[in-house]
């Protein structure tokens, strides 16, 4: 089985559809959606064409969690892109489907093996690590995990690295990749581990994305921060994570 990875798409449609347009190229058994799919600009419109592909995984992130907990009422004490805004441009159906995803989907990836997709790690869908991040740091994250290679999103850097007996891997961003050549990234797992960019004609995505009138559109919009610089900030959060 191969499979195309696409994380953090955030409401990104014109990205999204970018990514989907290569992904279908290469015919891949099956698609994981790795979580954080509605914080962003066009919410409804991007969930339902993820929705509408075919063989398609889907795992809960911690930014969807967090919409779900503002329809519905529930303490949500660390709020994310505007989802308040978000929250109301979905329907009922819509946010039963976020509430309903797991934490995580295993799936057989030709000369991978059993692979492991979650949104942040295994036991957490908003644990933040780097590449940065000590080896042993990261090992105790990933104690428990079976399976030897685990897919991730959550930071939106694309990484692979050996810790242990495990190779973990970082897909990108479809919706707001942090790196300093623009386009939306995305992973084509098998027989190894392929990271992807795709092109996206930056001047239309941002006429759609404003258009939307979403408050926060201008993230979406523009370069990335320095790669170092988005480093520093989330080892920073990592740290406050771990109380260190």
Do not use: K
Not at 57 to 69: I, K, P, S
Not at 82 to 87: F, G, K, L, P
Request: with cysteine.
């Amino acid at each position: 089985m191969r499979v195309a990875a696409l994380y953090d798409v955030h409401g990104n449609l014109p990205a999204l559809e970018a990514v989907l347009a290569d992904a279908e190229r290469e015919r891949p058994d099956a698609i994981v959606v790795g979580g954080d799919m509605v914080s962003g600009p066009i919410p409804a419109e991007t969930l339902e064409r993820l929705r509408g592909l075919e063989r398609a995984h889907f795992l809960r992130g911690n930014a969807d969690r967090g919409v779900v907990a503002i329809r519905r009422g529930e303490p949500e004490p660390e709020l994310g892109l505007n989802d308040e805004w978000i929250a109301g441009r979905l329907s009922d159906e819509q946010i039963d489907f976020l509430a309903g995803l797991p934490l995580t989907v295993t799936l057989d990836v030709d000369g991978l093996g059993r692979v492991c997709f979650c949104h942040a790690t295994p036991r957490d869908d908003e644990e933040i690590f780097t590449e940065r991040t000590p080896d042993d740091v990261l090992a105790g994250m990933l104690a428990g995990t079976e399976e030897a290679v685990v897919v991730c999103g959550h930071t939106h850097m694309q990484v692979d690295r050996r810790v242990g007996r495990w190779r973990v891997v970082n897909a990108g961003s479809v919706g707001l990749p942090y790196d300093t050549e623009r386009g939306p990234r995305w992973a084509l797992l098998g027989p190894d581990v392929s990271f992807r960019r795709s092109e996206l004609d930056q001047d239309r995505a941002a006429e759609a994305l404003r258009a939307s009138g979403w408050p926060l559109v201008d993230q979406f919009v523009g370069d990335s921060p320095p790669r170092e610089e988005v480093l520093d900030f989330f080892e920073q959060l990592a740290a406050e994570q771990r109380g260190a």
